[in-house]
């Protein structure tokens, strides 16, 4: 019988790894694989065993101040956590799979104490560090959920500062992905600094036309 996602087991990979003696268990997950405008963000989170967050969940299934609120106590109770990004720029060179995993690497090489596994949200790390990934990890893993919802939040705040600088964008609203708004805009100015040139060339857009 399937499982329903309310009734998946939150901890099934923490308390595997839990039961041969692992201390520090990380959870890894990205956040902007697909917008057509800034920054992939990356967070690497390690959380006490004993001092458990209700209601961590994968963040795309939360509300925003559902997020909010929940990324605050994260912050506050984890044992080590860290966020990295990596630019449009990075992305146009190397392609986003590479910066994605570059940008994991360095969340979990960046971390102040050292997990003894890393579970991570479908991507296979070579961190140096025993690692399992899992698909759809940020629904059926607590610690992949909590690494979700601090690297949406941080990603989130950041494009809404973005859209103080390019409001012609609405990257407030729409985060940077393909809203109609959005390509329309591109359409009409072309990108801004922080478009993916490499996203954008599918939507026939000029990607040397300068943002007024």
Do not use: W
């Amino acid at each position: 019988m399937t499982k329903k996602i309310d009734d998946i087991d939150k901890f099934e990979y923490e308390n595997k790894y839990y039961a041969q003696g692992c201390r520090y268990i990380a959870g890894v997950d990205e956040v902007g694989r697909g917008p057509l405008c800034g920054p992939v963000v990356c967070a690497a989170v390690i959380m006490p065993r004993d001092d458990i967050i209700e209601g961590i969940d994968d963040s795309k299934r939360l509300s925003e101040k559902k997020r909010e609120y929940l990324s605050d106590l994260i912050l506050e109770k984890a044992i080590a956590y860290r966020i990295c990004l990596k630019d449009n720029v990075v992305i146009d060179r190397i392609n986003i799979l590479n910066a994605t995993k570059e940008c994991m690497n360095q969340c979990v090489a960046e971390l102040s104490v050292q997990p003894d596994v890393v579970l991570v949200d479908a991507i296979k790390l070579d961190c140096g560090i025993p690692c399992e990934p899992i698909i759809k990890g940020d629904l059926k893993s607590y610690t992949i959920g909590a690494a979700s919802i601090i690297a949406k939040v941080y990603r989130d705040r950041l494009m809404c500062r973005y859209d103080k600088l390019f409001p012609i964008y609405d990257l407030a609203s729409n985060k940077g992905y393909g809203t109609a708004k959005h390509i329309q805009a591109l359409k009409e100015f072309g990108p801004c600094p922080l478009h993916r040139r490499t996203f954008i060339k599918k939507f026939s857009v000029n990607t040397e036309k300068p943002q007024p």
